[in-house]
Nanobody, 126 residues
Framework: QVQLVESGGGLVQTGGSLRLSCAASGLTFSNYISAWFRQAPGKEREFVAAITWGGGSTDYADSVKGRFTISRDNAKNTVYLQMNSLKPDDTAVYYC???????????????????WGQGTQVTVSS
């Protein structure tokens, strides 16, 4: 059974930093694309960042480019999202997701991902 467990969320002031982690089990993690999405109250879930199975390619939403960094440690079955210069607009529940590697062409779409974590809340105060 595939399980993705996020951690590292919390309350931070504008300009602060957080590091999210997503620990995976029940799958050969190194074979999967990993991504982060987020969902704010009353809004649809949106793409934040993604990384290929080997870590050779990454992609970011324009809203986080230059502030967030996605990385992975396949030996630890874990993907990370380092978030710097946080803004109140970054407030949301952040979700980790995994997909098979042949789906990179659609990695920004929620329907690409077969496995999801339960989410971790990030709140940025002004």
């Amino acid at each position: 059974q595939v399980q993705l467990v996020e951690s590292g969320g919390g309350l931070v002031q504008t300009g602060g930093s957080l590091r999210l982690s997503c620990a995976a089990s029940g799958l050969t993690f190194s074979n999967y694309i990993s991504a982060w999405f987020r969902q704010a109250p009353g809004k649809e879930r949106e793409f934040v960042a993604a990384i290929t199975w080997g870590g050779g390619s990454t992609d970011y939403a324009d809203s986080v480019k230059g502030r967030f960094t996605i990385s992975r440690d396949n030996a630890k079955n874990t993907v990370y999202l380092q978030m710097n210069s946080l803004k109140p607009d970054d407030t949301a529940v952040y979700y980790c997701a995994a997909s098979t590697p042949n789906m990179w062409y659609s990695h920004r779409l929620t329907r690409t991902y077969t496995d999801w974590g339960q989410g971790t809340q990030v709140t940025v105060s002004s």
